[in-house]
């Protein structure tokens, strides 16, 4: 009977979402010995018939590794990712510049989200307190009672109760629809006016059509490629370009014009063939940003990844910040000692800033990379990060490191980074002014024999003429 009001006591914890933060997210849960409910609205995607399309793939940094070493997958998915250990910046006459992340061994990984998400779901579901739902679409909640509605394929409904749920259902989040209804939430989204495009890079002979282990990254301002590479040796191309510059192109034709103009080393790499069947495939995607506050609901519901936070893709790291809420959150529970009611409050209070200041990094990179960015100025920038680093290591280090490779909060790294360029901004104008100064000190100091320097002028001038002089 012990056992029986002990079982009592064991709490439900509903996880609305089995993608990749969900399926993190009931691993915590599980651990922590809660009775996991795992609600997936599609079918079981381990179950689905191999379907040989695209493989989209994710890159995978510090935040997010920390947090699969939280719940011992860290090995695993390491494993079966590819290591990048530095940018390949391609210019558009063909020459392909290599820039290290900084240091030796800082490197992010390139997995596969599809693979990714089996394994997060196989290792869910490996925990006896969890129990999968797939099929199961959240149609509505109440937030006072924590009455769940889902819906099934089929069209019949059912319904489920939990002490929390857990709102990991993506950017277009059903969660959320019921914060939406109440007061003091505040929430934005932000479209941008550029879509995305995956293209795939075939092998060439059975190798990889290019270098695999670099972030290859075609900046040309208004338009942007990355390739990530894939275990089966293709690379995964993200094409970003406006929607209206998508809509230009209607032809196979104009297809080849357009990577001939902007991209023609990829040419080759891809194919002809394959780079028109691909770029019909499927259209250009949408890509959202959303921000709100706060996160949960009293004590029975809070919103994580990217139902909470949706971030344009311009900084690789909504996955990474999604699956660093797990860690976060988890903090909380045993600092709070799993009171919900103090665990959820404090959750909102200390990771809105954070999910916030990436949301808006990954938007300003967004902006400043269409506004500024070709691959010389993205060398030049990436290069005088690594000197003002390798120059002042504990004072200046560049904002892309402390995001990708340090567990630094992200509200935090952009504090330090405004700091930072305070300090070079400071340094640049004070070493100018000391030219200034110098300069004017020696010419005071040693006037220049101004007679001498007309004569020696005239007599290059002479020169200059006859040089010209057939
Ligand atoms: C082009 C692009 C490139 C990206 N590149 C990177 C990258 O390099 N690195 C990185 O870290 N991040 C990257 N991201 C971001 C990353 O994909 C997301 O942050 C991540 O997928 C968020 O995971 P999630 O589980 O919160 O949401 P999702 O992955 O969207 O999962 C939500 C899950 O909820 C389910 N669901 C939805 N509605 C319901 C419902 N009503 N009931 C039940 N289930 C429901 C869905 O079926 C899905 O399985 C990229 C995103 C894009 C668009
Ligand atoms: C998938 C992924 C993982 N990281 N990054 C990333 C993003 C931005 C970066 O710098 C911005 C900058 C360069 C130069 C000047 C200002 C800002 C760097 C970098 O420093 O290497 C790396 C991406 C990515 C995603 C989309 C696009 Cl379009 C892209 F190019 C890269």
Partial sequence: ERSASRQAKKKVVAVVGGGLVGALNACFFANRGFD??????????????????????????????????????EEKIVSQGIQMQ????????????????????????????????????????????????????????????????????DGSKEQAKADLIVGCDGAFSAIRKQFLRRSRFDYSQTYIPHGYMELTMPPINGEFAMK??????????????????????????????????????????????FFQKYFPDTIPLIGVNTLQRDYFRLPAQAMVSVKCNPYHIGDVCVLMGDAAHAVVPFYGQGMNAGFEDCIVFDEIMDQFNEDFSA??????RVRVPDDHAIADLAMYNYIEMRAHVNSKWFIFRKRVDNILHFLMPKTIIPLYTMVTFTRTRYHEAVKQWHWQNKVIN?????????????????????????????????????????????
Avoid at 343 to 348: A, C, G, I, Q, S
């Fill in 343 to 348: 665990v959820l409050p404090e959750y909102t």
């Fill in 426 to 470: 400071r340094g640049l104008l004070l070493s100018a002014v000391g030219a200034v100064l110098g300069g004017s000190y020696l010419l005071i100091k040693h006037p220049p024999d101004l007679s001498k320097l007309i004569v020696s002028a005239e007599e290059m001038w002479d020169r200059l003429v006859a040089l010209r002089t057939p």
């Fill in 36 to 73: 996991v409910e795992l609600y997936e609205s599609r079918e079981d995607i381990r179950r689905a018939k191999v379907v040989k399309g695209r493989s989209i793939n994710l890159a995978l940094s510090h935040r997010g590794r920390q947090a699969l070493k939280h719940v011992g997958l």
């Fill in 212 to 257: 695999p282990n670099y972030l290859h990254i075609w900046p040309r301002n208004t338009f942007m490629m990355i390739a990530l590479p894939n275990l089966d040796k293709t690379f995964t191309c993200t094409l970003f370009m406006p929607f209206e510059e998508f809509e230009k192109i209607t032809t196979g034709d104009e297809v080849i014009e």
């Fill in 86 to 153: 530095a940018r390949m910046i391609h210019s558009l006459n063909g020459k392909q510049s290599p820039i290290p992340y900084g240091k030796k061994g800082q490197y992010i990984l390139s997995v596969d989200r599809a693979n990714l998400n089996k394994e997060l779901l196989t290792a869910a579901e490996s925990y006896p307190n969890t129990k999968m739902n797939f099929d199961h679409k959240l149609q509505d909640w109440n937030a006072e009672t924590g009455l769940m509605t889902f819906v099934r394929s």
